[in-house]
């Protein structure tokens, strides 16, 4: 009954190859996040969608595309992997958009060779 | 500036001890601030939440609030070694950003035996 959950927790793949992160949240909440966690420990946002609605798009790499089927789910795809994409993902959702906290999933560690 | 500072660590306390965790934020109309905690190679979990000038209680944890100094505060009472980690202050903004939570870069606290 994780209440955030995302899968892979850990992927390991080569430069240039295009790889796919899920999240799924079952707490009932109208918005999504997706935070990148560098090696620094920064945790830096990247994108949000309320109710299905991109509604936070940082200066990402357009590399980097999620998609929200609904909102429940948020999966972020990555296009031609760089070294530089090495990182924690992480998945998070709040009860809605304005001033509640947020509730995160475990990261998805990601590895470029 | 960063729009969210905290004090620089790594800050060390013996065990029992008061732990006091700092943070500083830019934007005036800050309306929502959070304080995470985070494991090594874990995902940030929220222990505290303040939106109002004052003290919030729970527990061994207290955050304190002035907005008029743009400041926002986690002490630590008794801390225990299992209180060892990073931590983490987020500050939501209104208007148009209003769900977005921006974070610092966090204090890494040890709590020695």
């Known amino acids: 009954d994780t209440a955030v959950s995302q899968t892979p927790k850990y992927l390991v793949t080569q430069m240039g190859n295009d790889k796919s992160i899920k999240c799924e949240q079952n707490l009932g909440h109208d918005t999504m996040y997706w935070y990148k966690q560098d090696s620094k420990k920064f945790l830096k946002i990247m994108f949000s969608y309320n109710n299905k609605e991109l509604i936070i798009n940082e200066t990402v790499p357009n590399r980097f595309s999620p998609k929200s089927p609904d909102k429940a789910h948020l999966n972020l795809h990555i296009n031609s992997l760089e070294l530089g994409d090495s990182a924690v993902y992480f998945c998070?959702?709040?009860?809605?958009?304005?001033?509640?906290?947020?509730?995160f999933g475990d990261g998805t560690r990601l590895s470029i060779l | 500036q960063k729009e969210v500072e905290q004090n620089s660590g790594p800050l060390s306390v013996p065990e029992g001890a008061i732990a006091s965790l700092n943070c500083t934020y830019s934007d005036r109309v800050s309306q929502s601030f959070f304080w995470y905690r985070q494991y090594s190679g874990k995902s940030p979990e929220l222990i505290m939440s303040?939106?109002?000038?004052g003290d919030k209680e729970d527990g061994r944890f207290t955050a304190q609030l002035n907005k008029a100094s743009q400041y926002v505060s986690l002490l630590i009472r008794d801390s225990q070694p299992s209180d060892s980690a990073t931590y983490l202050c987020?500050?939501?903004?209104?208007?148009?950003?209003?769900?977005?939570?921006?974070f610092g870069d966090g204090t890494t606290l040890t709590v020695k035996p």
């Open positions: 987020a500050v939501n903004l209104l208007g148009t950003n209003a769900g977005k939570s921006t």
């Open positions: 998070a959702s709040s009860q809605d958009w304005g001033y509640q906290p947020q509730h």
């Open positions: 303040i939106y109002s000038n």
